[in-house]
């Protein structure tokens, strides 16, 4: 599988924290971890099926992914091409009206966020151009024309970088207290803004620091406490469903993306 990686124009900085390209030349597959941002995918060549629960299921050629709590496995057959768009975690709200909350743990098709003829639109530009670049450019123009907010909502900005620097150990009250809002309204601004809840970004984060940032010098046990986990049946617990995997077992095995 070759991965490359590409930084979206000046406008689009904001709101897009980078696109991926993916080409695998032999049927490939891949466990994918949860993470904070909300996914656009362009299938140029090929085909990508991923599997929910014991069903396989073939995803469609523009298909918008919310964040997942679980991780899952994607499978890409011979000379498959994807682009994909990866939103910053506030930057998917700039584009899409809809309330992304409702994408959490599903993929699906672009043409149920905005009408089916722009999605047939940017479908056939991106069939008649070959290199990527050219691609880039043509998901860029798209995106431009969807852009409905020009700047960030600072309060969940905020927010956001405090979670990152507590690398996801905080609790919900510790948010609030600086902001304007009491919790009701702080969290359904967050889960508009940012696609889950405070609670469960903060999850992700943990998660995604530990994984990072876990030395094998150090036992597992031991690292879990320094994250701010306390109980370790729901450390193993969290950790399984976010990886698939006993820790044990992740950090002996699989690579991941």
Same mark, same amino acid.
């Given at each position: 599988?070759?991965?490359?990686?590409?930084?979206?124009?000046?406008?689009?900085?904001?709101?897009?924290?980078?696109?991926?390209?993916?080409?695998?030349?032999?049927?490939?597959?891949?466990?994918?971890?949860?993470?904070?941002?909300?996914?656009?995918?362009?299938?140029?060549?090929? #085909?990508?099926?991923?599997?929910?629960?014991? *069903?396989?299921?073939? !995803?469609?050629?523009?298909?918008?992914?919310? /964040? =997942?709590? &679980?991780?899952?496995?994607?499978?890409?057959?011979?000379?498959?091409?994807?682009?994909?768009?990866?939103?910053?975690?506030?930057?998917?709200?700039?584009?899409?009206?809809?309330?992304?909350?409702?994408?959490?743990?599903?993929?699906?098709?672009?043409?149920?966020?905005?009408?089916?003829?722009?999605?047939?639109?940017?479908?056939?530009?991106?069939?008649?151009?070959?290199?990527?670049?050219?691609?880039?450019?043509?998901?860029?123009?798209? #995106?431009?024309?969807?852009?409905?907010?020009? *700047?960030?909502?600072? !309060?969940?900005?905020?927010?956001?970088?405090? /979670? =990152?620097? &507590?690398?996801?150990?905080?609790?919900?009250?510790?948010?609030?207290?600086?902001?304007?809002?009491?919790?009701?309204?702080?969290?359904?601004?967050?889960?508009?803004?940012?696609?889950?809840?405070?609670?469960?970004?903060?999850?992700?984060?943990?998660?995604?620091?530990?994984?990072?940032?876990?030395?094998?010098?150090?036992?597992?046990?031991?690292?879990?406490?320094?994250?701010?986990?306390?109980?370790?049946?729901?450390?193993?617990?969290?950790?399984?469903?976010?990886?698939?995997?006993?820790?044990?077992?992740?950090?002996?095995?699989?690579?991941?993306?």
């Amino acid at each position: 599988m070759h991965i490359q990686r590409y930084f979206p124009r000046e406008a689009l900085k904001p709101f897009i924290k980078q696109f991926v390209l993916i080409e695998s030349e032999h049927m490939q597959e891949n466990r994918i971890l949860p993470d904070t941002s909300i996914v656009l995918a362009f299938r140029c060549k090929g #085909l990508v099926k991923t599997r929910e629960e014991s *069903e396989s299921i073939v !995803l469609p050629s523009s298909v918008i992914t919310g /964040i =997942r709590t &679980a991780s899952r496995t994607m499978h890409y057959t011979p000379q498959t091409t994807n682009l994909l768009v990866i939103f910053n975690e506030y930057g998917a709200s700039a584009f899409f009206k809809d309330p992304l909350f409702e994408l959490a743990g599903i993929s699906t098709s672009l043409d149920n966020l905005i009408p089916a003829w722009k999605v047939r639109d940017i479908e056939a530009q991106l069939a008649e151009v070959q290199n990527t670049i050219q691609r880039i450019r043509v998901v860029e123009q798209f #995106l431009m024309g969807e852009l409905k907010v020009r *700047e960030p909502d600072l !309060l969940i900005l905020n927010s956001l970088q405090k /979670i =990152r620097l &507590a690398q996801g150990n905080i609790r919900i009250k510790e948010l609030v207290q600086d902001v304007p809002l009491s919790r009701d309204p702080f969290e359904k601004r967050f889960r508009r803004v940012v696609g889950t809840s405070p609670k469960q970004f903060a999850s992700i984060v943990r998660l995604r620091n530990f994984i990072t940032t876990y030395s094998s010098a150090q036992s597992l046990t031991e690292a879990a406490y320094d994250a701010g986990y306390f109980d370790q049946s729901h450390f193993i617990k969290s950790f399984r469903l976010f990886t698939g995997q006993a820790p044990h077992d992740f950090f002996r095995s699989a690579s991941f993306w």
